[in-house]
C-alpha cells in the first residue's frame, strides 16, 4: 500500500510540476505586460504537456569527451533524491510518522549538490564546470544557514518528527515569533534552489546554460523536474515549519501555494545579485544572526528546563 500510495503521489507531483511551469509562463507574462502561452488549448491549459513531447522527443547529445555514464546517470540521480524528499509528505501510508524527518530531509537535501557538482563534471565543458563551481559554493554556504535555523527549531520544538510542527503549532504560528528566522530561511531555499535572484548556476549572459550547457532531451527535462519539484517542496516545507503546519486544512495548500507563486514573483521583480554579494550576505549576515539566534534559543530552553 505504502508504494502504490508514493506511486500516485509522484504522478501528482509531476502533474503539479506541468501545471506550475505554466502558472510561472502565465505570471511572469503579465509582469512583462503581454499574455503568454495562450494557443494550445484553453488558456493555454495543454501547454506543458506539449513542451514535456517536444523535450523527451528531441535528439539526445552523446558527448566524445567526458565521462558517458555519470553524464546519463547524474541527472536522473537528482530526481530520484528529490522523489524520496516526498517520502515526508503527510499521507495515511506514509513517513510522516518517521521521527527523524527533518533530518532526512537535511541529508537529501546535502545529496542534492552531488548531482550538479559531477553532471557538469562528466560533461567536460568549461561553461558547465564555472556553472558547478558557482552552484556548489552557493549551495554549501546557504546549507549552513539552513541548517543553523532548522536547529533553532529542533531547540524549540524538542523533535525532529515533522508531526511536532503541527501540534506545537496549533496555537500561535512560529512566523510570528521567529519572523526574521523566517526571512533568512526563506532566503537559503531561494539560493538552495537556484531561483532569482540567485541563480548563478544558470548565468544565460556568462554562462551559456550554466551546469546543464550539454544536457538536451531528457537528461535536460530530469534537471528541469528536479528543479521544479524541489521548489515545490520547499513552499511544503516552509508551510509546515512556520505557517502552522496544519496539512489537514485548505489554508495549508493556499500558503504553499503562495509561497510557490512568491519564487515567480520574485524572478519577475528582482534582477540577478553579483556573485561576491551573494556570499558576502551568507557569512557576513545570515551566518551571524543565525548563530546569534541559535545561542538565544539555547539559553532559553536551558532557563525552561
Known amino acids: 500500500m505504502f508504494f502504490l500510495n508514493f506511486l500516485i503521489l509522484i504522478l501528482f507531483i509531476l502533474i503539479s510540476v506541468a501545471f506550475f511551469v505554466l502558472l510561472e509562463r502565465k505570471v511572469l507574462g503579465f509582469l512583462q505586460v503581454r499574455k503568454g502561452p495562450s494557443k494550445v488549448g484553453v488558456l493555454g491549459i495543454i501547454q ?27 541527472p536522473f540521480f537528482g530526481l530520484l533524491v528529490s522523489m524520496n524528499l516526498w ?19 537535511i541529508i537529501c537535501s546535502g545529496f542534492m549538490v552531488f548531482s550538479i557538482l559531477l553532471s557538469s563534471w562528466a ?8 556553472g ?3 552552484s556548489v559554493a552557493q549551495s554549501i554556504s546557504y546549507e549552513v544557514c539552513m541548517f543553523l535555523v532548522l536547529f533553532n527549531l529542533v531547540f524549540f520544538f524538542e523533535s525532529f518528527d515533522l508531526n511536532n510542527f503541527f501540534w506545537m503549532q496549533s496555537n500561535n504560528w512560529f512566523v510570528i515569533l521567529g519572523y526574521p528566522i523566517f526571512l533568512i530561511f526563506y532566503s ?21 546554460s550554466g551546469f546543464n550547457t550539454e544536457y538536451s532531451s531528457f537528461n535536460f527535462s530530469f534537471i528541469f523536474l528536479t528543479e521544479y519539484m524541489n521548489m515545490i517542496f520547499m513552499s511544503f516545507i516552509v508551510s509546515l515549519m512556520f505557517l502552522g503546519g496544519n496539512f489537514y486544512s485548505l489554508l495549508f495548500f493556499l500558503s504553499v501555494m503562495t509561497i510557490n507563486f512568491s519564487f515567480i514573483w520574485i524572478r519577475g521583480t528582482f534582477p540577478r545579485l553579483r556573485y561576491d554579494k ?23 530552553m536551558i532557563l525552561i528546563h
Open 278 to 300: 551573494l556570499m558576502m550576505i551568507c557569512w557576513k549576515i545570515y551566518l551571524p544572526v543565525s548563530l546569534n539566534f541559535f545561542f538565544i534559543f539555547l539559553i532559553l
Open 48 to 74: 506543458p504537456f506539449s513542451d514535456a513531447i517536444k523535450l523527451f522527443s528531441k535528439e539526445s547529445y552523446f558527448i566524445y569527451f567526458g565521462n558517458l555514464m555519470i553524464y546519463f546517470f547524474m
Open 188 to 208: 537559503c531555499i531561494l539560493a538552495e534552489t537556484n531561483r532569482s535572484p540567485f541563480d548563478f548556476s544558470e548565468g544565460e549572459s556568462e554562462l551559456v
Open 123 to 130: 560533461s567536460n565543458s568549461s561553461y558547465a564546470l564555472v
Open 87 to 105: 517520502c515526508l509528505y503527510p499521507t495515511i501510508f506514509n513517513f510522516i510518522n518517521f521521527p527523524f524527518g527533518l533530518l532526512f530531509f
Open 132 to 134: 558547478c563551481l558557482r
